[in-house]
């Protein structure tokens, strides 16, 4: 369906076509101000400087022709130049049945045969996941589900961090725990040898604990470094421990991140990027680009035009492994060959800006995607404590997204206890989906890259932007329907008080929304929307009493409007992967 404001935008542009001036002028607007207007258009200033004429004077020009629309209520040229419109409730009520038939409701279909590659989550196998990758998982997921609905062709990958030092320290700390294994016998036989099944507990204590050894002992350290590079090369034996540490982080991040309604179309990670490294270190030979600094491979990305100085990125390092660098830019050589994206977004923290600038750099220069695709690094901002700093559990340690997921259930849990419309049966599962919904609003309602303060209490009020009060606004709508099934609605016949009307306009603007949070990366617009929906609704349905109304024309177009209203709403907690409940 095309959008409103393309609409009338297209009306508004015919108008200053026809009076001689260019067409660009016509661009429309949703008005701040609805006691005012719901539209307005402000191109008579730039035409006034173009044409030498007082704003004023096109405006009316504008105006007069506009009049003559059917579909306008009023268009006002006002001092010193503004073009005011409001439609018919007609045209509203047109709109707004058209939007309830359309199945992506009234939200336009721009994307369709380009693709965008999102990449998010990047959790690192081995390592628990962490409070740091839950922005990445949430924010990357809707992403890639509103560029879906906008008819994107989109390819979610987990990229994992399942290639790095990381790996090597864990080996590196069974081996000196079980040295007797088969896999760290020098004739291990990946074939025939099976290597000893771990499990998440096992990795969970053993990471941390080769971490912090690695930084009290140089030795280890230099082990660990070591059998990561030979893991790298392909050792049998290290090949199997790390599938085997594969195989039971992969079960448990699928677990977590299902907890979360995030899902990936791929589940790739840094080690599936080795087969490609080779061709990119050809590439950049043959492209005269690689050169040796202190035993390492670089490849030199700074310009002339850098505030700051933009090191080289290291593509081998002098123990001939690779880097962070390396297979995030073999992987967008993978990318190019299998999909040929016309975007690739990178969700990960705002802090690895640096890292993203060296590797876009040096794949533009090693020609390993066109010049028109898009590379971009959609940066976040942290969780925050209270106290401001990046969230810490009570002992100041990094809070396991478990932890976390248990603790918003329990405490949702503990405010549906007061609810008479769940039954103890239902309780947990509600409760779960409540705290859930309350931790993934709460985080995707601030703009992606600002860093914000976790506040479950704050999370899981019924009152303000939250996405318990959005939760609850659906139920509230599910047993008005319910108790108004006989209502013959299937469509909104008219506009029978004002707060509808405005609701009207909101819901066939909607699409808006999720356009712009399209086009800025960022979710939060979805989010104000449903959250302006929500409160537009509670409006209306306080100012009218829709199960006892007698007029049966009026209930039935209310309640059809309850239904729209019930579905958009859906549709924005779909893009935001929250799941709704039936009653709380
Ligand atoms: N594993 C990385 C980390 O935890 C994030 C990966 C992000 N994606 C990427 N293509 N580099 O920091």
Known sequence: MESIIKHLTNKVSDAFEKCGYERRLGQVSVSDRFDLCQFQCNGSFEGAKLYKKAPLMIAEQIAEILRQDSEFKSVDAVRPGFINITLTDEFLTK????????????????GEGKTIVVDYGGANVAKPLHIGHLRAAIIGESLKRIARTLGYNVVGDVHMGDWGLQIGLVIAE???????????????????????????????????????????NEEFAEKAHKITAELQKGKPGYIAVWKEIMRVSVADLKLNYGKLNVDFDLWYGESDAEKYVDELVETLKNKGLLRESEGAQVVDVAEESDKVD???????????????????????IQRQKDFKPEKIWYVVDKRQSLHFTQVFRCAKKAGIVPESTKLEHLGFGTMNGSDGKPYKTRDGGVMRLSDLLTTVTDAAESKMKESEFVSAEERKATAEKVGIAAVKFGDLINHRTKDYIFDIDKFLSFEGKTGTYLLYTVTRINSVLKKTEGANATEISGIYSDTERELILNLILSGEAFMRSFNEKAPNYVCDNAYKLASLFSGFYHDNHIINEVDETKKASWVTLCNLTRKMLLKHFDVLAIDSVESM
Request: glycine letters at 2%.
């Open 174 to 216: 069974l081996n000196e725990r079980h040295p007797e294994w088969c896999c760290f016998k020098e004739d291990f036989d990946l074939e025939t040898e099976n290597v000893p099944e771990l499990n998440v507990d096992d990795l969970n204590e053993i990471y941390p604990f080769a971490s912090k050894k690695s930084k009290e």
């Open 310 to 332: 933009i090191p080289p990125v290291i593509i081998k390092k002098s123990d001939n492994s690779n880097i962070y660098a390396t297979t995030d830019l073999a992987t967008i």
């Open 95 to 110: 709109a707004a049945n058209e939007v309830l038939l359309d199945e992506n409701l009234g939200i336009s279909v721009i």
